[in-house]
């Protein structure tokens, strides 16, 4: 069982999370993929202890990311977590992958409860975008298109398990908060970085949207459709 926690420019914030997870003991792997980051991350980032480094040359977004972590992983389930998270236990982390490994679920994500009132209702508003999540290798790798997605990854492996029929829990993960964009970057910058992820996230949902729309043409134009028939 291995962890990838992607960082694009967490200096400050990453060790905080690498501490929690080395205390977990059924983890195997510990792999910290650097996106191309411009700030110290590399360098906060603690040698030995299981802990694995990749560097990207340039920033692939979060999406290709993790991609490539899992790439240089063989375990069969994987624990996703942000680098900029606060509050988060190791008891936290083995509650996202124990459903797996009780077989009690195909993919877990992890929502906040109770950090901050912010966090929480971004959460509650559009919980497909979390970020914690315990998924198992093979359906990673059958998602399409990975490394093109970006920010769009969490909503493009939501919308893969809803599409595969797999059985999807939420496991609360209470006083569990991240550092916002607009704290990281100040209010100008970190506003235009949202946007720029919700832009990422909309652009996925679009295309996904006109694929199934060419989909529903092609088979009806095969026959293989009713003209009624609503191509979902």
């Not at 977004?61 to 236990?89: C, N, Y």
Request: with cysteine.
């Amino acid at each position: 069982m291995a962890v990838i926690v992607p960082a694009y420019n967490e200096a400050s914030r990453i060790r905080r999370v690498l501490s929690v997870v080395r205390q977990v003991e059924m983890l195997d792997e510990i792999l910290v993929v650097d996106d191309g980051s411009t700030d110290a991350t590399l360098d906060q980032i603690p040698r030995g202890d299981g802990i694995r480094t990749i560097s990207l040359g340039r920033n692939h977004g979060k999406g290709g990311a993790m991609q490539t972590g899992v790439a240089h992983t063989q375990a069969d389930i994987i624990l996703f977590l942000d680098a900029d998270l606060v509050g988060l236990t190791p008891s936290q982390v083995e509650d996202l992958v124990v459903p797996l490994l009780r077989d009690e679920a195909d993919m877990a994500i992890g929502l906040f409860r109770a950090g901050r009132a912010w966090t929480d209702l971004g959460q509650r508003l559009v919980p497909y975008i979390s970020g914690q999540r315990a998924v198992r290798r093979g359906f990673f790798l059958d998602l399409p298109d990975l490394g093109t997605t970006r920010a769009g990854v969490e909503v493009a492996l939501t919308y893969h398990a809803k599409r595969q029929g797999l059985r999807v829990c939420h496991v609360p993960l209470t006083g569990v908060t991240h550092v916002m964009k607009e704290e990281k970057l100040g209010l100008w910058r970190g506003s235009r970085a949202r946007l720029r992820m919700y832009w990422e996230i909309t652009r996925y949902v679009l295309s996904q949207s006109a694929r199934a729309r060419a989909r529903s043409f092609y088979l009806r134009l095969n026959g293989k459709l009713p003209a009624s028939g609503n191509g979902g």
